[in-house]
């Protein structure tokens, strides 16, 4: 009777037996979970691209000869620079506030050249340009994991240069800089390589506003001003670090 039961007893226990073998001889593969991607921190970075400067000229005498309208005029050169900003996310949401600065904007290089004939004078020949340039935006974006679009808004400042390249005997317009400032409109996204690592590439507009005017020197015309309209359009990619 007893080794009935020991024999029973034996044949219920075979099941776990067998499942807890097999157990032993298939390990279990343990799976980490994916880190989420979080914008949220700040940044620094450097940025690189071309930026094309454009300008509406108009040139003013005092008396009899006013009104007098000159060529539009482009410019296009390499600039960088660096950026700072800081980046806050709710859901897919990311709200941010970036500032940066750019160089590498001289006029000195300008190919397409104002020279027309001015007073019945073959006109100086004038150059135009922004020589650095600055904004200070607010930014909204989607997070898609690492992959985000952005929009970006704020305002653009910087300085432009005018200046004469012929004399006659002296310059019509001397060489001169002002400050300039204006709305800036930007689109563009950001790639997350690493939880430390963003690139980024972007377009932007800075449309510096109204009219800047440039008053001469020439003494053999004395009244004369020069008007100018500019804006910028950048193309630029960007890595930074965020902390």
Same mark, same amino acid.
């Given at each position: 009777?007893?080794?009935?039961?020991?024999?029973? /007893? @034996? %044949? $219920?226990? =075979?099941?776990?037996? *067998?499942?807890?073998?097999?157990? #032993? &001889?298939?390990?279990?593969?343990?799976?980490?979970?994916?880190?989420?991607?979080?914008?949220?921190?700040?940044?620094?970075?450097?940025?690189?691209?071309?930026?094309?400067?454009?300008?509406?000229?108009?040139?003013?005498?005092?008396?009899?000869?006013?009104? /007098? @309208? %000159? $060529?539009? =005029?482009?410019?296009? *050169?390499?600039?960088?620079?660096? #950026? &700072?900003?800081?980046?806050?996310?709710?859901?897919?949401?990311?709200?941010?506030?970036?500032?940066?600065?750019?160089?590498?904007?001289?006029?000195?290089?300008?190919?397409?050249?104002?020279?027309?004939?001015?007073?019945?004078?073959?006109?100086?020949?004038?150059?135009?340009?922004?020589?650095?340039?600055?904004?200070?935006?607010?930014?909204a974006g989607i997070a898609l994991g690492n992959f985000m679009p952005f929009l970006a808004a704020g305002y653009a400042f910087g300085s432009e240069r005018?200046?004469?390249?012929?004399?006659?005997?002296?310059?019509?317009?001397?060489?001169?800089?002002?400050?300039?400032?204006?709305?800036?409109?930007?689109?563009?996204?950001?790639?997350?390589?690493?939880?430390?690592?963003?690139?980024?590439?972007?377009?932007?507009?800075?449309?510096?506003?109204?009219?800047?005017?440039?008053?001469?020197?020439?003494?053999?015309?004395?009244?004369?001003?020069?008007?100018?309209?500019?804006?910028?359009?950048?193309?630029?990619?960007?890595?930074?670090?965020?902390?």
């Amino acid at each position: 009777m007893f080794r009935k039961l020991v024999l029973a /007893a @034996a %044949f $219920a226990a =075979m099941p776990a037996i *067998t499942a807890h073998a097999a157990d #032993l &001889a298939s390990p279990h593969v343990v799976t980490a979970a994916p880190i989420a991607a979080t914008w949220t921190g700040f940044y620094v970075g450097a940025h690189v691209g071309g930026q094309s400067t454009n300008g509406r000229f108009m040139g003013r005498v005092d008396g009899a000869f006013t009104n /007098a @309208a %000159f $060529a539009d =005029m482009q410019r296009s *050169t390499v600039a960088w620079g660096a #950026l &700072a900003g800081y980046n806050f996310q709710m859901r897919e949401l990311v709200l941010g506030v970036e500032a940066d600065i750019a160089a590498g904007g001289s006029p000195t290089g300008v190919d397409n050249m104002i020279s027309a004939p001015f007073n019945g004078v073959s006109a100086p020949t004038q150059r135009h340009g922004i020589d650095w340039s600055g904004r200070l935006r607010a930014r909204a974006g989607i997070a898609l994991g690492n992959f985000m679009p952005f929009l970006a808004a704020g305002y653009a400042f910087g300085s432009e240069r005018f200046f004469s390249m012929r004399t006659q005997p002296t310059p019509l317009i001397a060489d001169r800089t002002r400050t300039v400032g204006g709305f800036s409109l930007g689109v563009g996204f950001e790639v997350m390589v690493t939880s430390n690592i963003i690139l980024r590439a972007e377009y932007i507009r800075d449309d510096f506003g109204g009219r800047s005017a440039f008053r001469g020197t020439n003494p053999a015309f004395p009244g004369v001003t020069m008007s100018t309209m500019p804006t910028m359009d950048s193309y630029r990619a960007a890595i930074a670090y965020k902390f």
